[in-house]
């Protein structure tokens, strides 16, 4: 049994429909990345998994139907969203930030925790009483996917970290991501345009086009087929 | 000179109701982004539980923890019928505003329904006594106004942060999407606010009614001073809501005493204010100024 298993979603804005019946599964653990142009579903993929946008067809989390559900059930279930543009809270402090991704847990370890994501992000410990909203964009990335741990989830939807970030920062960003669920065990489904990274980073994939899965395979075969390379690699 | 302190003192302990007022909109203007228009009229329903509960025969500090109870109840069940329904109140606050203004004829109507339209007696929390310093008397009544605001002053400040509750507050008022990926119940929260600005509506209620007794109309020029006052104070300020309201307060009771023409039209300071913060600090002396991309 999949953790995360999507069959046949579909979802739109208003009247106009963006995903057309998709269908794709995450093992526990695993890294699976989505790929697709600007327009391509990627965004709206994940915002139906997370119940930010209604759907049909069916989300299953650890073999439990999750439909007609809302964002912070999906957060309790172990589904943590970090959403394009970083989604930080700018008002709050760092420290903030963290507790409110610590909102779902009822635990004594938050405090060890807090002190856990600060080793790993130490940029983020000297800024913890700053508000968010005055730290770069690439900070900014890594106190929203910090955050996303603090729920110690067990699936990371992670949209386009690299957008917006200078190549070097998106670099410490994928890396850091990379050495935290291989620590955690957390798995992660990404949505990105920059294959060559994504394709690093993940195991196996997806190529989304108009809304429709029309390719999947190991990020290898992914890596190595033509039509791929020539829309998503640059030759 | 000991004149104009005495009506100074009296200002305060009026401006202190306002404060209160204020202070309710300012929760839930921070969350949802819209003026409560119902927030008086919640307030006044609240106030007439406290009547209730008191001709029940309850001594007026438990009458009050009652209506405060209920209006508690009644301001999170309006929110969950009238107002989360109409869906992300940033992102298209006018539904929201129209249905709080909906609320208030509603609220307004049906308190006259159940209690009638006569005006009726209202017993003075702190007592009829007053402090006399040198010339000058102080009603005890305007002195625990000031000291309940110094409580709800604490007790925000508290809330807000040091607990749970607070900091996810402060969260949905700044991102609600974020918020809610993050795990927290945004519409819960929300109500949470609603209910809280209505259960401090029941304590300004309760100080503004022993003036001319309590009748349907009981909050509608409280709610025009408590909007004078955040828009002195700024909108999203709760700090900024207090000095406005205590601002307020001074200056509707100071002025009519010494400009006649002011004396019959006792909101007439209220609303120059409104207009001068407006054009010329729209955010007032604590807001946030927002600037905006287009």
């Known amino acids: 049994m999949s953790l995360l298993e999507v069959t046949d979603l579909s979802a739109g804005y208003g009247m106009v429909p963006v995903l057309r019946g998709i269908s794709l599964h995450v093992e526990a653990g695993e890294a699976v990345v989505v790929l697709g142009a600007n327009g391509a579903g990627k965004t709206t993929t994940l915002r139906a998994i997370s119940a930010m946008l209604a759907s049909t067809g069916t989300i299953r989390f650890d073999g439990v139907g999750m439909q007609r559900s809302s964002p912070d059930r999906m957060v309790r279930a172990g589904i943590s969203h970090v959403p394009q543009g970083r989604g930080t809270i700018v008002d709050l402090t760092v420290e903030e930030n963290l507790m409110i991704g610590a909102y779902v847990r009822t635990d004594d370890e938050v405090e060890s925790d807090l002190a856990r994501w600060f080793g790993v992000f130490p940029r983020l410990e000297e800024r913890r009483n700053q508000v968010a909203g005055s730290m770069s964009g690439g900070e900014q990335q890594m106190l929203a996917i910090a955050r996303a741990f603090m729920s110690r989830p067990r699936l990371i939807l992670l949209d386009e970290p690299s957008l917006g970030l200078a190549p070097l920062v998106t670099r410490e960003v994928f890396d850091r991501v990379a050495e935290s669920v291989t620590e955690t065990g957390t798995a992660v489904l990404l949505v990105e345009q920059n294959a060559n990274l994504a394709l690093d980073f993940a195991t196996r994939g997806y190529v989304l086009e108009s809304g429709s899965i029309v390719g999947e395979g190991s990020a290898d075969e992914l890596r190595g087929d033509e039509s791929i390379r020539r829309a998503y690699l640059g030759g | ?294």
């Not at chain 2, 969350?31 to 329903?45: D, K, P, R, Y």
């Not at chain 2, 009726?120 to 929390?125: H, R």
């Not at chain 2, 909108?235 to 601002?247: E, N, R, T, Y």
């Not at chain 2, 120059?272 to 927002?290: D, K, M, S």
């Open chain 2, 1 to 294: 000179m000991s004149e104009f302190f005495q009506f100074v003192v009296i200002g305060l302990g009026n401006g202190a109701v306002y404060a209160m007022v204020g202070m309710g909109l300012v929760v839930i203007y921070r969350s949802t982004g819209v003026l409560n228009f119902s927030q008086g009229e919640i307030a006044m329903f609240s106030t007439f539980i406290v009547w209730s509960a008191h001709e029940a025969g309850l001594p007026l500090p438990l009458a009050l923890v009652v209506g405060m109870i209920a209006g508690a109840a009644i301001g999170a069940v309006l929110f969950r019928i009238a107002v989360q329904p109409l869906g992300d109140s940033k992102a298209n606050p006018l539904p929201v505003v129209i249905a709080t203004i909906g609320l208030f004829l509603a609220v307004n109507a049906s308190a006259s329904l159940v209690w009638g339209s006569e005006s009726k007696p209202f017993e003075k929390l702190f007592g009829l006594g007053a402090l006399e310093i040198g010339s000058v008397s102080i009603d005890y009544q305007k002195i625990g106004a000031l000291a309940v605001l110094a409580v709800e002053v604490l007790a925000f400040q508290l809330l807000f942060n040091r607990t749970k509750l607070g900091l996810a507050m402060r969260s949905v008022a700044s991102n609600p999407e974020s918020s809610a990926l993050a795990g927290v119940p945004v519409n819960r929260v929300l109500l949470a606010g609603w209910g809280l600005a209505a259960a401090i509506g029941a304590v300004a209620g309760t100080f503004t009614a022993p003036n001319f007794g309590i009748d349907a109309n009981l909050m509608l020029n409280t709610l025009v001073f408590a909007f004078a006052a955040i828009a002195l104070g700024g909108f999203d300020s709760l700090i900024g809501a207090v000095v406005g309201g205590l601002i307020v307060g001074v200056l509707t009771d100071v002025a009519p005493r010494y400009i006649d023409a002011i004396d019959k039209m006792p909101l007439a300071p209220a609303f120059l204010l409104i207009v001068a913060v407006l054009l010329f600090r729209p955010e007032g002396l604590f807001g946030t100024r927002r600037v905006q991309r287009v």
